[in-house]
């Protein structure tokens, strides 16, 4: 099925993806820090051989250690689940986003089959992509993304509210699979995934974003 979105540079847009007849794609930690290694190492113009980095019996946080020179696309939140996931990126270069998809569906595709000993696609089809092309909707997707994890204790959370702002807001700070540490500012090697300068600057200090995501909670309560 053909992607009916065409790609600009200097443009956001939101990428999705998920396992195919809603099958969990990641299934423990270990999925996890592939994922986040892999949107590092995949982010890159040059060829990365990623396998012979893997095979090597690098840890994935040395694997942030990979000299990548220019990359295709800036990363400003991530979101893994356990059957989908969620990016919010800019074009850098023509192509960036798609070559860098490419990248990162084939090789993660490949570890995940390899390691649970299956064959055939994983993602539900190609990426899905829809353009941010207005200041509110790129500042939304920056509350979906990070708010996406409440659904695991609050599974109708969207569709009722949040029963307890206060778990959800501690299950979030606890969930060290997306992006939502780093705009708390906390120093780890994953912060290196993202260019936040590459996206405006809502979130001046950690308060700024704490601050976003309360009052988020809070509306989703009412």
């Known amino acids: 099925m053909s992607r009916k979105i065409n790609f600009s ?8 993806n998920r396992g195919t007849d809603k ?11 592939r994922f986040k290694a892999l949107l590092y190492v995949c982010n890159s113009t040059k060829p990365v051989d990623i396998n012979q980095h893997f095979q090597e019996g690098l840890d994935f946080l040395e694997l942030f250690d990979i000299e990548r020179e220019d990359t295709l696309v800036d990363i400003g939140m991530y979101c893994p689940m356990p059957n989908h996931f969620h990016l919010l990126v800019r074009e850098k270069i023509e192509g960036g986003i798609t070559k860098f998809m490419t990248k990162f569906a084939i090789a993660y595709v490949m570890y995940f089959n390899k390691r649970n000993e299956r064959t055939g696609g994983l993602f539900e089809g190609p990426f899905k992509a829809k353009h941010l092309d207005s200041d509110e909707y790129l500042k939304y997707i920056f509350a979906y ?10 599974p ?10 206060v778990a959800a807001q ?10 939502y540490l780093d705009y708390q500012g906390v120093v780890r090697l994953e912060n290196k995934i993202l260019n936040r300068e590459a996206f405006p600057e809502y979130f001046a200090t950690p308060k700024d ?9 809070s509306f989703e309560a009412e």
């Open 9 to 16: 540079s200097g443009e956001y847009y939101h990428i999705y």
């Open 23 to 33: 099958r969990t794609i990641f299934m423990d930690d270990h999925d996890y820090g």
């Open 145 to 154: 993304g990070h708010l996406n994890p409440v659904s695991i204790i609050e």
């Open 156 to 165: 109708k959370w969207k569709e009722v509210g949040i029963v307890d702002c």
């Open 170 to 179: 501690e299950y979030l700070k606890n969930y060290t699979h997306s992006s």
């Open 209 to 217: 974003f704490n601050d976003f995501i309360d009052e988020w909670l």
